[in-house]
């Protein structure tokens, strides 16, 4: 472990390879079949919230990316949401804090004037720290398996999110 602080770069900086060879260590070759996959499909990251980690070597480390996505109320109505993730470290790196600077840095750049709301699926127990949790989203469907107490949301005002509604990708921008 490291006591030199990451570099954080846009990602739209790192060659995209570099970015799925990061993604392919993080999550393994077959991550494209997983859920989360669907409710970005279509759609691009969001360069301004977006970043990579890079080491004292200037070597690739870890990623994160942020998605436009919509929760469908029953009505029909499209709300409009942030999905952050993946957050991917690669194996060897975890644990020396390439994460959580990222995710600071990345929700620390959600514009405060007009934050939207943000949802992401992962384990409450590291994302709670930052204000997520399954509070609000036991009434939301995604299209594939998801586990309902990984599904966590984060938002300044929550009684603005839908109770019922279906998850997916955001192209109303």
Known sequence: MSDALPSLIPLENVEP?????ALDRAFGPDRHQRTAYRLREGTDWLPGLSLAA????????????????????PAGRA???LMVGPLAVLPERQGEG??????????????????????LIGDESYYGRWGFSAEHTGGWTLPGPWDPARLLARSDNPAILPRQGMLGPWRGR
């Open 98 to 119: 390439f994460g959580k600077a990222l995710m600071i840095a990345s929700l620390s750049a959600i514009d405060p004037r007009a934050p939207l709301p943000q949802v």
């Open 17 to 21: 390879a570099m970015i799925e060879e």
């Open 54 to 73: 890079m080491d004292e070597e200037d070597l690739l480390v870890a990623t994160i990316q942020v998605w436009p996505v919509a929760l469908t109320d």
């Open 79 to 81: 709300h409009p949401l």
